[in-house]
Structures are given as structure tokens and as C-alpha cells.
């Protein structure tokens, strides 16, 4: 997968040097805010130069070449005339597929869930799982451009870790199983569960041999926020009710689903109020199941924009009742 060395102006005249698969949308992710901490109070930034690359370590070589230049010689290379300069790659490049290689890995790794074998196989881990996750969510994200402006996908922020968090549990494997992403609200943060101070509805994608799942809505929110989704839907039971029971949602994907449900109404609702069958829930969220063939497929991303497209009600609702609004466009 081709990569390109940039370098970008920022509004105090001083260079940014990185790498991307796209420079031009990873030039309006600075503008958006969401590039590197160095250019977000430095917007806007303008490309002004672009090198290809055969691979991502070439790039970062040659980033950290062009990082040692001085001032002056940035300048002197950004004012050299060069083809590659000159016409910048105008569009993003298309997220190609999981291979078989991805689900070897990940099968290898419930075989031998430790920290030696996973070093053995990092590279695979990168080339197989991690890099095609990063392409798959720059695909969605723009995408969801034109969707639904507020949520987003960023390569580095997006994607779940696959180290595990094993101070509390009894179960030890330093790495989880599965790949997975996560598209957000921009204004909510990426965060997500009990943990979250600040999470909303967003996007969910799996990957796991077997068991690949694409989901939405929001999960296990923080009581605070759970609290506010609780008092939204008892003011507009009818207004929830026909989201949650909307043809779309209950022939694609059954419903919300119902884990983690109280087995009463939590405190301060009586039994037969009108927002009953949705009070108990601790999650709202949908998901379905995908075919292995889908996953490995070149058609992926456009199955699950379908998916978010029709689950884009529900998380917009959950939304907006949580203070995050939707959007026209990207800012």
C-alpha cells in the first residue's frame, strides 16, 4: 500500500512534516482539528509538498530525514520544482480488503495468546489487521462526510488496542482476539462504556474469524449519561418508540438489543409508564452479524455505510439527547 511523505504550511508560516496514504484528506483532518496536537492552533495548513512512498517504513524514514533538515532547507525543497509536488495525489486511496491472512493471525493468536508468539508475528499483526483496519476507517470516514458529518474516523484514534486490560480480571492473555473500530461523535470524544465522561452513539465494526459483527448506538454509558438518555426517552416515549420498533431496525437487525437489561424499572418510574419497555435497558444499541466473505470482500466498506446509514436514526437521537447535535457538513 503506497504512502506519502508531506509537508504543510501552517498559518504562522512554520512547516509540518508527516506521512499518509492521502495527504490531501489528511490535510483537511488537520483543518478539521483532527491531525496532529502540532497544527490544531495553527489552522489552517496547506500542502505545499508531497513524495511518494513504496511502504510505511520508507515513509518514516524519509520523514525523519526531511524532520533533521533546517528551517531554511525545508524551504529550499518545498521551492524546488518536483512532478510529485506539483499534482499531489487529488483522492484518497480505497480501503482494498482484508485478506485470509488477517483471520490467520487473529486464529493464531487465540492459539497462542502470548506476549513471545505475538512479537514473532507482530509484522503480520500490522500488514494483515492493523494497517487494512486504518485504510477501512479512512474509507468510512469519508463517507460518513456526506452520511453524517459529525461522526468521524481516525485512523490512529478509531481503532481499539489489542492489548488487553488485565489488572482486574482473572483471565491473564495480554491480547484480545479480535480486531474492532469505532466511528464517533466529534464533539463526544472517542471514549466509550462506564468509564467514558464524555461518550455518545457512534459506529462499531468487528473483526473476529466467525463472528464479525457491525453495531451502533451506544454502549453501557456512564450513569450520568444514562441518566439523560432515561429522562429523553421518558419525555418522547412514542418519538423513541418509533425508532426502536422502526421496520429498518427490527428487519435488519431484530431490535435493540437487549443485554444487560434491568429486570425492574430503575428508580423514580412506576410500573406502567409509557417508556417502560425501553427504561430497563443499560445499552442502546443494534447490531448483526456479518459473513466471513463479506469481511474478506472488496465491497465491505460499502456494506456497513448501508448499515450506518440505516442505523443513523437511533444514534442521532441518542445524540441529541445527550447534547450533541447532528450536521450539515464538515467544518
Known amino acids: 500500500m503506497a504512502y506519502f511523505v508531506y509537508l504543510a504550511r501552517c498559518a504562522d508560516g512554520s512547516l509540518y512534516t508527516g506521512i499518509a496514504r492521502d495527504p490531501v484528506a489528511r490535510a483537511a483532518a488537520h483543518n478539521a482539528g483532527r491531525g496532529g496536537a502540532y497544527t490544531r492552533s495553527r489552522r ?7 513524495e511518494p512512498a513504496p511502504d510505511r517504513a520508507a515513509a518514516q524514514r524519509r520523514e525523519w530525514a526531511l ?7 525545508k524551504e529550499s525543497l518545498v ?3 518536483r512532478k510529485a509536488k506539483a499534482t499531489p495525489p487529488a483522492a484518497r486511496t480505497s480501503f482494498r480488503g482484508f485478506g485470509e491472512e488477517a483471520f490467520r493471525f487473529l486464529r493464531g493468536l487465540k492459539r497462542h495468546n502470548t506476549r513471545e508468539w505475538f512479537a514473532r508475528h507482530r509484522e503480520d499483526y500490522e500488514s494483515a489487521v492493523r494497517d487494512p483496519l486504518r485504510a477501512l476507517v479512512e474509507e468510512l470516514d469519508v463517507r460518513l462526510a456526506r452520511l ?10 478509531s481503532l481499539f488496542r489489542i492489548h488487553r486490560d ?3 480480571s482473572k483471565d491473564k492473555s495480554p491480547y484480545k482476539t479480535h480486531a474492532a473500530c469505532w466511528l464517533y461523535h466529534r464533539d463526544a470524544g472517542r471514549s466509550v462504556g462506564r468509564e467514558a465522561a464524555s461518550g455518545g452513539a457512534g459506529f462499531y465494526f468487528h473483526l473476529e474469524p466467525g463472528a464479525c459483527i457491525v453495531a451502533g448506538g451506544i454502549w453501557m454509558p456512564a450513569r450520568p449519561a444514562l441518566r439523560r438518555l432515561r429522562e429523553a426517552i421518558a419525555e418522547d416515549p412514542k418519538g423513541f418508540g418509533r425508532i426502536a420498533r422502526g421496520p ?4 435488519r437487525y431484530g431490535g435493540l438489543d437487549e443485554e444487560a437489561m434491568l429486570t425492574r424499572l430503575p428508580r423514580g418510574y412506576a410500573p406502567g409508564h409509557p417508556a417502560e419497555p425501553w427504561l430497563r435497558h443499560q445499552s442502546f444499541t443494534v447490531h448483526r452479524p456479518l459473513e466471513d466473505r463479506i469481511v474478506l470482500g472488496r465491497r465491505l466498506a460499502s456494506v456497513l455505510a448501508r ?7 437511533l444514534v442521532r437521537w441518542l445524540n441529541r439527547a445527550l447534547g450533541f447535535p447532528e450536521a450539515k457538513r464538515r467544518v
Open 307 to 313: 448499515d450506518f446509514a440505516a442505523m443513523l436514526p
Open 166 to 168: 488485565v489488572r482486574f
Open 67 to 73: 524532520k533533521q533538515l533546517s528551517k531554511s532547507d
Open 248 to 251: 429498518a431496525l427490527r428487519r
Open 79 to 81: 521551492a524546488r520544482p
Open 148 to 157: 453524517a458529518p459529525e461522526i468521524v474516523g481516525e485512523p490512529k484514534r
Open 44 to 50: 489552517p495548513v496547506t500542502l505545499v509538498h508531497v
